[in-house]
């Protein structure tokens, strides 16, 4: 048997795993069969990057009823667009009591559906950059086509080994730390050091059990000795988001 049938039918096997262990949501067949569009990522999808990074579907199949079945939570504004609807998720800093901070530090992100309901483009904000630089953004959300599916946590591991490396300079903390403010806690682990902020989002409706995605707890940690930020984590809107920097950096020559 061929790899890349070996591949596609454990990724088959995963799907069946998936589907069955939540009850047949097809919202879930839907998400799985995105994901596959990650293996032609260029036939399937364009990056396009300004003062936002924009990743659009070319061929859509997530609907937007999938997003509030997956996260639990409804977007902060939903507003008529040229080409359907877009749906804006705000995220605001917050203090250890969950109080909005002054001056207030945001950031968004966006969803554009079409007429027929169907995602078609996905928007980070300006800010959001400053901890998930675009180079890296668009790196990370390319070696999603080799994810390792962990069906118990369901959840991807991307595998970095798989794409192209980049040269890119990481954000250094000095340049965070004047965009974000001052973290709500320092943890101090040795060669590293993990600066933790607490955003809150802001919703109309949260489904109940669920009031807890509501707060996205991003930690990043930084090289103690260059000052670089070498990993991001988060959850937004019930979106696990994880990226080790250095993974996807070319080895210095020489």
């Known amino acids: 048997m061929k790899t890349a049938t070996i591949k596609h039918f454990f990724r088959i096997l995963c799907l069946l795993v998936m589907a069955c262990s939540l009850s047949g949501c097809i919202y879930w067949i839907r998400a799985y069969q995105t994901y596959l569009q990650m293996d032609e990522f260029d036939r399937h999808f364009t990056i396009v990057t300004t003062d936002e990074f924009t990743l659009q579907f070319k061929d859509p199949i997530l609907y937007s009823k999938d997003f509030v079945s997956l996260s639990r939570l409804y977007a902060s504004e939903d507003d008529p667009s040229l080409e359907g609807r ?103 682990e040795g060669e590293i050091e993990v600066y933790i902020y607490h955003f809150l989002l802001e919703t109309h409706q949260i489904e109940k059990g669920y009031e807890d995605r509501a707060l996205s707890e991003v930690k990043l940690t930084f090289d103690k000795k260059t000052q670089d930020l070498v990993r991001m984590s988060g959850r937004f809107a019930g979106l696990k988001v994880s990226i080790n920097y250095r993974k996807f950096l070319n080895e210095p020559s020489g």
Not at 120 to 132: D, P, R, V
Not at 137 to 149: N, Q, T
Not at 175 to 183: F, I, N, S, W
């Open 86 to 188: 877009r749906w804006r998720y705000w995220f605001r800093k917050v203090d250890a009591n969950n109080k909005i901070i002054t001056p207030e530090v945001k950031f968004y992100f966006d969803l554009n559906f079409n007429k027929e309901e169907k995602i078609i483009g996905w928007s980070f904000s300006s800010l959001f950059l400053q901890i998930a630089p675009a180079k890296f953004l668009e790196v990370s959300l390319r070696s999603i086509g080799g994810a390792e599916i962990d069906t118990e946590k369901q959840q991807l591991r991307a595998n970095s080994q798989l794409i192209d490396k980049i040269t890119e300079d990481l954000p250094k903390k000095p340049a965070v730390l004047a965009q974000l403010g001052e973290p709500m806690e320092i943890t101090d």
